[in-house]
C-alpha cells in the first residue's frame, strides 16, 4: 500500500483501478483512482458537502456528509470517513467533481477489533444495478478493497436485497450468526472459518 504523509487536507492512502467507460474504443478500460481519508479540514468538508449536494437523491450521502462533520465532535463514536477519487495530486483540496464513492466507517463499542461499515454510497452515475450508461464500474468493489488495506475486521448489517447481499458475499463478507443481514469479514482465514462454522450451527439448530 502507497501511503503518504500530507500535514493538511485529505491523506491519500491506497492507489488502485478501477474500470472507465472508453468511447472511443466502446468498451470499460483501466483507470486509476486514489482512496483517500476525509480530515476534519474545512477544504475536505466543504468538498464531502458540494458532494451531497450534487448526489442530494443519492441514499447515502446525506448521512456521510453528516458523520463527517462528528468525526471529532463524539466522545463515544469514533468515526471515519474516505473517499474514491480521480484526483491524483494537490489532495490539500479535494475536488468535489473528482469523487466518485464515499465510505462511513464506525467504531464497535461491544468489539474494540471490529469495525463498522456503516454507509457506502457510490457516485449515483457509476452504480451499476440497472444503469446501462454507467461510467464507471467495480467503484464499490474498490472502496471494499481499500478498506480491506486498513482493518482487520468489519461489519455490517446489509439491505434485505438479493443485489446487494450478492455484492458483499463477493467481496468475501460472510452472513453470520448474529442474525439475517448481519455480515462479517476478517483478513485472518481461520477466523472467517469460525463465522461459517458458527452460523452452520445456528441454521442447523445445535
Known sequence: M?????????????????????????????????????????????????????WKKAKYIQRIATASHWM????????????????????????????IGMVEMRNNPKNIKDRILQHIQVKPSAININNRNKKYKQVGCGIINSLKKIYKNMSLYSENSPNIKK????NGFIEDYKGDNHYSWSSNIFRRLKIKFDRFMLSSGF
Open 167 to 170: 455484492f458483499y458475499e463477493y
Open 2 to 54: 502507497s501511503v503518504e504523509n500530507i500535514s493538511f487536507g485529505a491523506k491519500p492512502l491506497n492507489k488502485l483501478y478501477i474500470k472507465k467507460y472508453d468511447k472511443s474504443l466502446k468498451a470499460f478500460v483501466d483507470c486509476p483512482v486514489r482512496f483517500v481519508k476525509i480530515e476534519s479540514k474545512k477544504s475536505d468538508l466543504t468538498a464531502v458537502n458540494a458532494v451531497a449536494k450534487k
Open 72 to 99: 471529532n465532535n463524539s466522545n463515544s463514536v469514533e468515526i471515519d470517513v474516505y473517499a474514491l477519487t480521480l484526483q491524483d495530486k494537490d489532495f490539500e483540496k479535494l475536488k468535489p467533481k473528482q469523487i
